[in-house]
């Protein structure tokens, strides 16, 4: 038996890989014909380290394949799961349109009993749509069950976290749905949660917002800590020894982005103003997350000789976090726009993002190599913490730099060699 997955995004082709991983073959369908193109010729449209082998690997195996033709997909196919997008609406709300699609050709196309599993990051009481949008397009009766099995994966380990997850959540009204999917995730050895679907789906609403809370905690307490001079990673460490805290998740930056935090914490937040309720909270984490950028520009500035205006300005790493080529919502685009309405010159690096052509056009420049780009520079600021920048040589860069001031927007780099070497070192709250 093969599973179809729909969508072949980040979700829907780890979730295809590993089910061929795990001996399940799997069958990748996308409307966007190019990209189902590049996936039978072994590429990836993403960035994932060590997937693509995989794929290549499958695809000469024929445990994986790619097609375009949904009707073909969907009739070959018992086990469905839908893996495709669910971008924001201009009010927060998850935009449906790509679920509500897929379920209406489920509907116009099954042939037998078919589970429908939605992987796919939607809100409270979609199951119930995708059942109706499903019955609505069938023209015989024929019997499906939708389940919720939200995902759990991070960019840049995506596949590790799908092979070897924490939990695996699933959210049934039937017990007998429920054991088929169980059946198929038999060989990872994880606890495994069968609850209804609508606590499954805010099992992964509430980890992402609260992981996002914790980011937005710890930076809000750097700003305290800047006032008061203490180093806000002494904070992290000490609180993070405390196993009911924990280490994870409490590195002050210049805030968290990426397809999934800002995006399912806009999306929890319109479904309790949905509720008339309210999350006060993480309304506010997510205010934190909106100005640290900022918070921090403006600290840095402070320090500048003569403020960010005309200076040259090298920028290390624009992805939202190493080992993904992602931008979406990326602190570092507001960094960039930031210093380019304060009239500073940008030469940016990063090992596997091309900078968005607007802001080439707006003459930021992207160099290759890090050197290139600490050239003639008067303070250089990080990012994104991207291993290759834990290996500069401040030493044998510092004639090449104009300034020798650092601003690390990681606080990943280590402070105190720089400053030994002669530099300026400025970190979030690094005393
Ligand atoms: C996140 C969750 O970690 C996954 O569990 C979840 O499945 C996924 O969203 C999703 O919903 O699909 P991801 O967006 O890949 O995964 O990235 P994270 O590793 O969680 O990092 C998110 C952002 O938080 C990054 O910008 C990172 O730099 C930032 N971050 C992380 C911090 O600023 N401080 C930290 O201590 C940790």
């Known amino acids: 038996m093969s599973i179809l997955v729909m969508g072949t995004g980040y979700v829907g082709i780890t979730t295809a890989i590993m089910f061929a991983e795990l001996g399940i073959p799997a069958t990748g369908f996308d409307s966007n014909a190019a990209k189902i193109a590049l996936l039978n010729q072994g590429h990836l449209p993403i960035y994932e380290q060590g997937m693509e082998q995989l794929l290549v690997q499958h695809l000469a195996g024929r445990t994986i394949r790619f097609i375009q033709d949904e009707q073909t997909a969907i009739q070959e196919h018992k086990v469905i799961f839908l893996c495709v997008g669910t971008p924001s609406n201009s009010d927060g709300s998850a935009n449906l349109n790509a679920i509500k699609q897929a379920s209406e050709w489920i509907g116009k196309y099954m042939r037998e009993e078919t589970l429908v599993v939605i992987k796919s990051t939607v809100p409270v009481g979609v199951d119930e749509r995708v059942s109706e949008w499903i019955a609505s397009k069938q023209t015989k009766p024929i019997n499906f069950d939708v389940v919720m099995n939200p995902e759990f994966l991070r960019e840049g380990s995506a596949l ?188 940016v690096h990063d090992p596997l993002t091309v900078l968005p052509v607007h802001f080439r056009a707006l003459g930021v420049q992207q160099l290759d190599s890090i050197e290139e780009a600490l050239m003639g520079a008067d303070a250089v600021i990080l990012c994104t913490e991207w291993p290759e920048y834990f290996d500069i040589d401040w030493f044998v860069m510092k004639p090449i730099l104009n300034g020798h001031i650092v601003f690390d927007g990681r606080n990943a780099l280590d402070g105190k060699s720089l400053i030994r070497l002669g530099y300026e070192y400025y970190g979030i709250s690094s005393h």
């Not at 506010?284 to 900022?294: D, E, G, I, S, W």
């Not at 920028?315 to 190493?322: A, D, E, N, R, Y």
Request: proline share 5%.
């Open 160 to 347: 590790a976290d799908a092979l070897a997850p924490d939990r695996i959540v699933i959210g049934s009204d039937s017990e007998e749905a429920a054991q088929r999917l169980l059946s198929l995730y038999a060989k990872i050895d994880c606890p495994k949660i069968v609850t209804t679907p609508k606590a499954a789906v805010m099992i992964k609403y509430a980890s992402n917002a609260f992981l996002a809370t914790k980011i937005s905690f710890i930076n809000e307490l750097s700003r305290l800590c800047d006032g008061l001079g203490i180093d806000i990673a002494e904070i992290s460490f000490g609180m993070g020894l405390d196993p009911r805290i924990g280490a994870k998740f409490l590195r002050a930056g210049i805030g968290y982005g990426g397809s999934c935090f800002p995006k399912d914490v806009d999306a929890l937040l319109h479904t309790a103003k949905a509720s008339r309720s309210r999350l006060t909270i993480i309304e506010h984490a997510a205010k934190v997350n909106r100005t640290q950028p900022l918070y921090v520009l403006d600290a840095w500035e402070r320090v500048m000789p003569s403020t960010f205006k005309k200076a040259t300005v090298a920028v290390l790493g624009i992805s939202f976090k190493p080992h993904t080529d992602d931008l979406r919502e990326a602190p570092s685009l507001v960094i960039l726009s930031e210093l380019l309405s304060r009239q500073a010159k940008l030469r």
